[in-house]
């Protein structure tokens, strides 16, 4: 038995006036008797728009303050309609928002706004990441101190670090409690972000550079002490940082030999 | 961390009934939802079950496997899929089906639960649970794609009847005879949702309580209870909007309660999203039900006795 026409079409052309809010809704639909079609159809289109936007919502709840609930809608509309999810799990919508913010024109001249959207897509993603216990502190504690040096490490899977020309983490801060207005502080120079999630909480940290750039380079495999010396950081009070903010989950030891040939003498 | 094993239950035991007075009562259980998870695990004899939808927890680690690992501990658990679009033209994603089975074989859910209707299509996902005409093509490719569904996750699912908004000119059959063709050519069970049943009478101009009779009560596993808003369309007429989002509607109530006879031992389920109640009165919500499926089926045995 071939389809007929109709069923050719479906769900073809339903989707595609889902898709396009101003376009003709499918023929032959029906509803009750008296009730024309496209107002019912009107509440398909609706439901997209809205669940994805209450999502959206959720997820970049800072940037939605920022910006206010009917621009952040506007945007959000916008960005559903270009960019609809291409796959049924949510957790994984939205990674492409930060730079559709950046391109936004009527948000062009926030430049600020792209950042904090991406420091919240770092945040939702490190709430989604492994879980990973927490590293042996005596047995590491327990390394002599020309072991320590050679040592690398694996840090927290929920790990990622954020360089930004604004203070993004100050602004993060001053907005993520509702109880308070919107504000964005100003004067304040740009900050680099640190997310780690360590336990259920994803922790945010205002971290100078160096810091950052050492926990990329340990992150890359590089040995404590060769870490250190490339940045220039304090090694006591860089390994109290990572300790405390729950980044290292384990380390072994270099072997001299791989030591030797890394070894940039 | 490797997850945790999840204590043994056999994958199609249904949560056992609580014991009542009557003994009649059906295992009454409610939608999880993130803000629940404190209290739900602080009161867990609170329900008989839970029920998630698994797309939400196709994340590697963090809270959400957290709190399900430990109620999973306390309480059965239902999968209600959202996402297969298994009245879609396209086949079910092979990926995802892989994913849900891992999460699946994680978590043993006592049922696994998915729709009448499709919510992808040509690789965008609609987020919404979207109608199909009732036609034979449309049963026979929905049924290839339960059955392709249920060989990938090794198990026997359930497919819910939609809450509708409009209707097609070209349906061949009526819902509960493409429910059932469905259930017998795949072999799936039926999950009933007396506010969809509802909501899509009054939106579509049928009479509800013809359709609870027609509906293939013998194939329904599980039963879902929801609130929706009460809107009108232009001609003064009533609209009703599936939000599940405010307590069960009398209607609904009324629907159920005569049915419960019928499906005494049938797990009932309240789903609530959208504005949601503090913990307590959506545990009560699901007392309710139980304790009005416990009612009617004791005044049923004892109009039968008399
Ligand atoms: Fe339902």
Redesign the pocket.
């Known amino acids: 038995m071939s389809p007929s026409p109709e069923q050719a079409a479906f769900p073809e052309a339903f989707a595609a006036a889902l898709r396009e809010p101003r376009s003709a809704i499918p023929a032959r639909l029906a509803a009750r008797p008296g009730v024309d079609p496209a107002v019912r159809f009107a509440i398909y289109r609706n439901n997209m728009a809205a669940g994805l936007g209450r999502v959206l919502a959720d997820r970049f709840p800072v940037l939605r303050r920022l910006l206010g609930a009917d621009f952040f809608a506007a945007l959000t509309d916008a960005f559903i309609r270009q960019h609809p999810p291409a796959g049924p799990v949510l957790l994984e919508y939205g990674a492409l928002f930060p730079n559709f913010v950046e391109r936004f024109p009527p948000s062009q001249h926030l430049a600020y706004l792209a950042d904090v959207a991406r420091l919240e897509w770092l945040r939702h993603c490190a709430l989604l990441a492994a879980d990973a216990a927490p590293i042996d502190r005596a047995a590491l504690a327990a390394q002599p101190p020309d072991v320590m040096a050679r040592l690398r490490f694996t840090l927290h899977p929920s790990l990622a670090i954020l360089r930004s020309p604004f203070p993004i983490v100050s602004i993060w801060r001053a907005n993520i409690d509702p109880a308070n207005p919107a504000v964005v502080p100003a004067g304040l120079p740009g900050e680099n972000a640190l997310l780690v999630r360590p336990g259920l909480v994803a922790e945010i940290h205002a971290v100078p550079a160096s810091r950052a750039d050492f926990v990329e380079r340990l992150q890359a495999g590089v040995a404590l002490g060769d870490a250190t010396n490339l940045v220039g950081a304090d090694l006591t009070a860089a390994l109290a940082f990572l300790l405390s903010a729950g980044i290292l989950t384990g380390f072994f030891p270099v072997s001299d030999d791989a030591a030797r040939r890394s070894d940039p003498a | 961390m490797a997850p945790r094993r999840i204590p043994s239950l056999s994958t199609s035991a249904v949560p056992a009934s609580r014991p009542t007075p009557a003994g009649l009562s059906p295992p009454a259980g409610v939608g999880l939802r993130p803000p629940h998870f404190r209290a739900a695990l602080a009161e867990p004899g609170a329900v008989d079950f839970l029920e998630v939808h698994p797309e939400n927890y196709l994340c590697d680690g963090g809270p959400q496997h957290h709190f399900l690992t430990a109620l999973r501990q306390d309480l059965p658990l239902s999968f209600h899929g959202v996402g297969l679009s298994l009245g879609g033209a396209d086949r079910p994603d092979r990926r995802h089906l892989a994913r849900l089975r891992q999460l699946v074989d994680r978590y043993q859910p006592f049922h696994f639960s998915e729709h009448l209707a499709w919510s992808s299509h040509g690789g965008t996902y609609f987020n919404d649970l979207l109608p199909l005409p009732y036609t034979q093509a449309n049963l026979a490719r929905m049924s290839a794609h339960v059955a392709e569904t249920q060989d990938c996750l090794g198990r026997q699912i359930l497919i819910?009847n939609p809450s509708l908004y409009l209707t097609f000119a070209e349906s061949e059959m009526s819902e509960a005879e493409f429910l059932a063709e469905l259930s017998r050519r795949s072999g799936c069970r039926l999950?009933l949702?007396i506010?969809?049943l509802y909501v899509s009478a009054i939106n579509a101009g049928w009479d509800s309580w013809a359709m609870l009779a027609e509906f293939p009560q013998d194939a329904v596993a599980q039963i879902?209870l929801?609130g929706h808003d009460h809107c009108r369309d232009a001609d003064g007429g009533s609209l009703l909007i599936d939000t599940h989002g405010m307590p069960v509607a009398d209607p609904v109530w009324d629907l159920f309660a005569a049915i419960a006879p019928r499906l005494a031992g049938v797990p009932v389920l309240i789903?609530w999203d959208q504005d949601l109640p503090d913990w307590p009165r959506l545990v009560s919500e699901a007392s309710l039900a139980r304790q009005l499926a416990g009612n009617a089926l004791a005044e049923a045995r004892h109009v039968a006795i008399a």
């Open positions: 819910e999950l949702d506010n969809n879902h929801a789903e």
